[in-house]
C-alpha cells in the first residue's frame, strides 16, 4: 500500500500526526509501506524526485524511525523528551559498554577490565545474552542499538529507550534532583583526562590505590537527601526554657493538663541540657561534629587531615558520577516498566496506521513477552527477585484500566484514580513524583497481585521453617506490597552510615554511626574491608557503631583492630 490517501485509519483517530506522518512518508518511494518493506535496517531510502535536496528530512531508515515514532509518542501522547542520538554497535562494543556502565567516557581501573571479561565469558558460554540497548541519560540521549537487531527491533528498541527511557529521565523527579543530563559527559571527560593525568604525575600504583578505596566507599558518597542545620544545644536549652516559661506562666481550665503539659517541657528541658553536657565533654575534647553527614566520602575529601589536593579533586569527582547514578538505584521497576509500556503502546499505534504488518507485530509481541518473563519461584531460573519489567509493566497497564475500566475494588482501594478519564495524565504523575518504594506502596493493586501470584514468605534467620504470611485477601495484599517496597528501601539494600565527628585534640579519631533498619546486621569481615579503605584516607583510628532505632549501642568495629575505645570516657589506647 503505497498511496496513502487511501489508508484507512481503524480505531484511531486521523489528528494532526497522522497528517504529519502522511507528509513525511510521501518523500520516499515506498510511502506508507516503508517499514514493511525494509529487509534490513541499514538498506538505503529511495527518495521521490522533489525530495532528493530536501535536507530537513531522514537520509537513513534508523532516524526515519525515530522521527516517526517521535511524531506519534508526541503528537498523540506529548512525551517530552531530550533530543535523541542513535548509535549502533557491536557485540565486543556492546560488553565494553557493560564495563562502563554505559557511559560514553571513563577512566582507567583495573575493575572495569575484569568486569569485561566475565561479561564477555558467560556471553561466550551462552550464559548470558547481550541487551538490544542502552541508552545513557544525557542531553541528547544516547542510546546504543546492537547492529544484529532486526528492522522491527530496532524499531521497538528506539520506542523503549529514545522514548519511554528518554522521557523518564528528563521527567522523573528524583533525575530532573540530581543529575545534569547536560553535562555528565563533560564532566566524565574532564575526570579521566584529570585522573590519567595524576597518574603520569604521581604514579598509576598511587591513583589505583585511591580509586581502590573510592569504588569501595561509592554507595556512601551520595546526598540522599536535603536536611536542616542541626540546632546548637544551647540553643535548645533556652527554647526548652522559654517553653516551659509560657506553659506555667499561661492560665489553664485544668490543672491536669497543666501538670501533663509542665511535665513534657521539664523532660524537653532535661533532654537538651542532657546533650548540652555531653557536647560540652566532647568539645573538652576537641570533638568537630559532622551533624550526621550521610555522604561519607564527600566528607573525607573535605576533613582528612593529609591528603594532598589532587586526591580531594579526585574523590569530588568520584562523588559526582555516583550522584548521577543515585537515581537509578531507586527507581529500577519504574524506569523499565514505563519504557516498556511505551514501546508496546507506541508498536500497536504503529500497527493500527498499519505502518508495521502482522509478521512484523509477530515478532514484538515474542521478544516482548521474552522481556516480561517472570520465573515461578521455584524455578531454576527464579534469582529471588521479581523482574522489573514484569512488575513495573503490569503497575503502569493497571493504572490505565484502573482509570478507563474501574471496578468496585478500584473505586475501594484507589478512589482518586478509578473512573478518572485521564489516564495519560494519571500515569505521568506517578512517573514524574515516586520512586520505586513509594510507587509499590501506592499503585500495586490486588488485580497485579492476583494476576502474578505474589505471596509473602517470612523469612526468620531464628526459625527452621519459612512462614507464609500473605495470601490473596486484603490484609495480604497490604503485606505483599510491603514486601515488596521493603526491597527496594535504599536503607535495606545499602548500609545507612553518618559521619558523627572526629576528635581534633586527641587522636582524631573518626566516628561513624550505622543506623540499623529492620536488624540487618552489618557483615564483619565486609566492615573490616571498608574500614581499611577509610582508614587509609584518613590514617587515624576510625570506629564504626550499629546502633539501633532509639540509638542504643548493638555493635562496634575499629581500624585499627587493635585499637581500644572506651566508650564512657573516650579514652584512646594502642
Known sequence: ???????????????????DIKALLS???????????????????????????DHTIPDTWLELVERVVGIVAKGKYNLDTYENLIEIISADQMLDAYASHGMPASYD??????????????YKQGK????????VNTDPAIAYCMEANSPLMQMLVIA???FGHNNFFKKNHLFRQFTDAKTIVDDLRMMRDYIRECEEKYGYEEVEKLLDSCHALELHAVHRYSKPKKKDPKELVERAKEKREERFSTPRDSSIYDDIKGSR?????????????????????????ADNEENLLMYLADNAPHLPEWKRRIMRMIC???QYFYPQMQTQVMNEGWASFWHYTLLHDMRDLDLIDDGMMQEFLDSHAGVLFQPDFDSPYFSGQMNPYTLGFNIFQDIKRMCLEPTDEDREWFPDIAGNPDWLGTMKEAMENFKDESFLLQYLSPKVIRDMRLFALEDDYTDSMYEINAIHDKEGYRRVREALASNKRLGDLVPYLEVDGFYAKTDRSLHIKHKMINENFLDEGDTQEVLKHIYQIWEHPVFLETVGPDDEPWDEFSCPPNYEYQASAHEYKL
Open 160 to 162: 523503549h529507550a529514545s
Open 320 to 322: 559526582h558520577k555516583a
Open 265 to 289: 517541657a521539664s523532660s524537653a528541658f532535661e533532654a537538651a541540657s542532657k546533650e548540652t553536657e555531653e557536647a560540652k565533654k566532647k568539645a573538652a575534647k576537641g570533638f568537630i561534629s
Open 109 to 122: 581501573h583495573w575493575s572495569f577490565g575484569m568486569q569485561r571479561v566475565m561479561e564477555e565469558q558467560q
Open 27 to 53: 518523500n520516499y518511494e515506498d510511502g506508507w509501506d516503508v517499514f514493511k518493506k525494509q529487509k534490513h535496517w541499514d538498506d538505503a531510502l529511495i527518495r521521490k524526485d522533489k525530495a532528493k535536496n
Open 1 to 19: 500500500m503505497s498511496d496513502t490517501t487511501d489508508t484507512e485509519f481503524k480505531g484511531v483517530d486521523n489528528t494532526d500526526y497522522i497528517e
Open 128 to 135: 548470558k545474552g547481550l541487551a538490544y540497548e542502552i541508552v
